[in-house]
Nanobody
Framework: VQLQASGGGLVQAGGSLRLSCAASGGTFSSHVMAWFRQAPGKEREFVARINWSGAFKRYADSFKGRFTISRDNTKNTVYLQMNSLRPEDTAVYYC????????????????WGQGTQVTVSS
């Protein structure tokens, strides 16, 4: 599975962005899809994940209410809608795929996209 993330850019604090991650080369609908991010000088952190059907979503606490993950299996694409962005959201955002139908518990992500830069100015 190849993953291609896009949609990053420069936005002012309080603004919104929608990231996309297009998958190819595999059975997209059989994977849990997730977003992670890594800010300069910091470790990569989990943002959100979604099960194959889109019925089950999990978020890291710090993103609940601001970020929304969704997917369109007809387009082999997962999205991350980010609202009320803050300067501390500045990071490279990565999408990842885990070949499992289980959305809970520790997951092994088999595939990673190349990342898309999000910069939030104050």
């Amino acid at each position: 599975v190849q993953l291609q993330a896009s949609g990053g850019g420069l936005v002012q604090a309080g603004g919104s962005l929608r990231l996309s991650c297009a998958a190819s080369g595999g059975t997209f609908s059989s994977h849990v899809m997730a977003w992670f991010r890594q800010a300069p000088g910091k470790e990569r952190e989990f943002v959100a994940r979604i099960n194959w059907s889109g019925a089950f979503k999990r978020y890291a606490d710090s993103f609940k209410g601001r970020f929304t993950i969704s997917r369109d299996n007809t387009k082999n694409t997962v999205y991350l809608q980010m609202n009320s962005l803050r300067p501390e959201d500045t990071a490279v955002y990565y999408c990842a795929a885990a070949q499992t139908t289980v959305v809970d518990g520790p997951l092994k992500y088999d595939y990673w996209g190349q990342g898309t830069q999000v910069t939030v100015s104050s």
